[in-house]
């Protein structure tokens, strides 16, 4: 029953998100904000290393793209035991902002790599509902990007953003 309710209020935000007109923003503040919510909530010890593009600017819908970091950033937190370190770091190429949010976590068995943007694929240790990264390559191929993650069980994860620049 809590995975239907999670499971409809997630897509009942995602249509609400996606109706949200899209702006020009820059992505450093949004990252910012959601890291330092995400280091409040978790009461861990986190190392965060930040690296981003100053000037970097995207057109997107802001709140849909502060979903995909709280979900991403949230997953990292998640993976690390009693402390680690999350670091985001940006590179902007080509007309292409490239983001990279990596975790020293305990990263993702071999076997469970291929399911993780499927939904209701749940592997960590509160077993939670399993669509926050189904949700979050929604709202990134809904912007024209792609998401990719890796991994090494044991060692940590890395999350592979990419988004259309829209600097001049
Ligand atoms: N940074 C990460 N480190 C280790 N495992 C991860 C990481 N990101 C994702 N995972 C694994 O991928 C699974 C799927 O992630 P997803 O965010 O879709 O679901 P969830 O976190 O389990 O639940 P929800 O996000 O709906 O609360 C997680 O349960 C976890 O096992
Ligand atoms: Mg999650």
């Given at each position: 029953?809590?995975?239907?309710?999670e499971t409809?209020?997630?897509?009942?935000?995602?249509?609400?998100l996606k109706?949200?007109?899209?702006?020009?923003?820059?992505?450093?503040?949004?990252?910012?904000?959601?890291?330092?919510?995400?280091?409040?909530?978790?009461?861990?010890?986190?190392?965060?290393?930040?690296?981003?593009?100053?000037?970097?600017?995207?057109?997107?819908?802001?709140?849909?793209?502060?979903?995909?970091?709280?979900?991403?950033?949230?997953?990292?937190?998640?993976?690390?035991?009693?402390?680690?370190?999350?670091?985001?770091?940006?590179?902007?190429?080509?007309?292409?902002?490239?983001?990279?949010?990596?975790?020293?976590?305990?990263?993702?068995?071999?076997?469970?790599?291929?399911?993780?943007?499927?939904?209701?694929?749940?592997?960590?240790?509160?077993?939670?509902?399993?669509?926050?990264?189904?949700?979050?390559?929604?709202?990134?191929?809904?912007?024209?990007?792609?998401?990719?993650?890796?991994?090494?069980?044991?060692?940590?994860?890395?999350?592979?953003?990419?988004?259309?620049?829209?600097?001049?």
């Amino acid at each position: 029953m809590d995975q239907i309710k999670e499971t409809l209020s997630a897509i009942q935000k995602f249509i609400h998100l996606k109706k949200e007109p899209r702006q020009k923003v820059k992505l450093t503040p949004i990252i910012d904000q959601v890291l330092e919510a995400e280091t409040k909530k978790h009461k861990k010890k986190m190392n965060i290393h930040t690296h981003l593009c100053k000037n970097s600017e995207i057109i997107v819908s802001p709140e849909s793209i502060k979903q995909v970091f709280e979900e991403i950033i949230n997953n990292a937190a998640e993976a690390i035991d009693t402390s680690g370190i999350i670091s985001v770091s940006s590179t902007n190429e080509n007309k292409c902002m490239t983001i990279y949010i990596n975790d020293t976590g305990r990263g993702i068995l071999p076997e469970h790599i291929s399911r993780v943007f499927e939904p209701y694929q749940s592997f960590n240790r509160k077993k939670s509902c399993g669509i926050g990264l189904f949700i979050a390559r929604k709202i990134i191929e809904d912007h024209s990007g792609t998401i990719k993650l890796e991994s090494t069980y044991g060692q940590g994860t890395s999350v592979i953003i990419t988004l259309p620049d829209a600097s001049e």
